[in-house]
């Protein structure tokens, strides 16, 4: 029988606000450092809450606002009364869509800034099926059999992360750290736990980049060491690299199409769909089934960046877009993986 999720919230954790309830296991991981979170909190209190960012964190706009954001949650196909889990919710981009969509959604993340900005967020938007968590991923063990849906959106990569993290201080700056753990072992007993959680017939949307999206090949950094060639090569290379740039061992560790398979048979899940997604999974314009065809596919990169320049890079992209996927039809080098997958 599940339990009564928002019953169980007022219960065993500290209330700080009406939906928002700590557990005492926080931590840090965000764009803004802790002053600039204070100033964001403080605005929206003040203003309109889009106003607020638009004035404050214009660059942060599109992250937290774009519909495009949303566009891999119409795979799960929802009926409309799913109880949902959304692990690492940051700001809400997912959040919010889920609770317009589902029965009741629980937003998880580490870090209390965030989540207050959250909490105002759902106030404007006058929903009342949203209650948030504050504490650690790795410590969610108490909702066994409790979710229809979870939602891992840009997280995997980051479980064996350690520490507080601003990440606009830390994302490739050099800044000596040790770990503990193996990194791919963290990730899969993440997983596990996810997988636990969940309800008999319930599912997991897991969003990702590919470990061998094509542009890597070609010299784009890691977008979450900020290194090139990191997230293809041997872990132990990729070790060695992230040593001597960053004092720190590179544990961000994605995976393939196969690799993503193989670690969701691991955690327990049974039936597995993947889909590619162009031209990432942040803001996706175009989603494929790993098992479909990309005989009619159009490139998805745009000549022109946000600030109307065209840069030789970006042409670079589109041309690699329309060769490799169009002409060649490499599909195990898509940008970036989604995965359905069924308990």
Known sequence: MKIDVRLDLQRNYSKVTEKLFVTGNEGYWSNLDRQENERLNDAVQKMDIRKAVKAEFPDLYNIIFSPKRQAGIELLNL??????????????????????????????????????FLDKRIKDEKLDNIDLLCTDLKKLDNFRDCFDIAVVNGVLEWIAEEGAIELKNYFGRHQPKRYTGNPGQQQLSFLKDVYKNLSINGKLYLAIENRFDFKMFFGCPDPHANLPFVSFLPRRIANWLSYIKLG???INWLYSFSGIKEMLSKAGFTKIDLYMCFPDYRYPERIIPYSGSL??????????????????????ARLGEI?????????????????????
Request: with cysteine; glycine share 8%; hydrophobic share 40%.
């Open 323 to 343: 060769i490799i996927f169009n002409k060649l039809r490499l599909k195990c080098l898509a940008p970036s993986v989604i995965a359905i997958a069924h308990k």
């Open 79 to 116: 009926s409309g009364s799913e109880r949902c889990v959304d692990y690492g919710c940051m700001w809400g981009a997912l959040t919010i869509s889920l609770a317009k969509r589902c029965g009741y959604v629980l937003g998880v993340d580490q870090t209390l800034d965030s989540l207050r």
């Open 248 to 250: 720190r061992p590179y």
């Open 295 to 316: 005989k009619n596919f159009n490139p998805t990169i745009a000549l022109v960046n946000e600030k109307g320049q065209k840069p030789l890079r970006r042409l670079l």
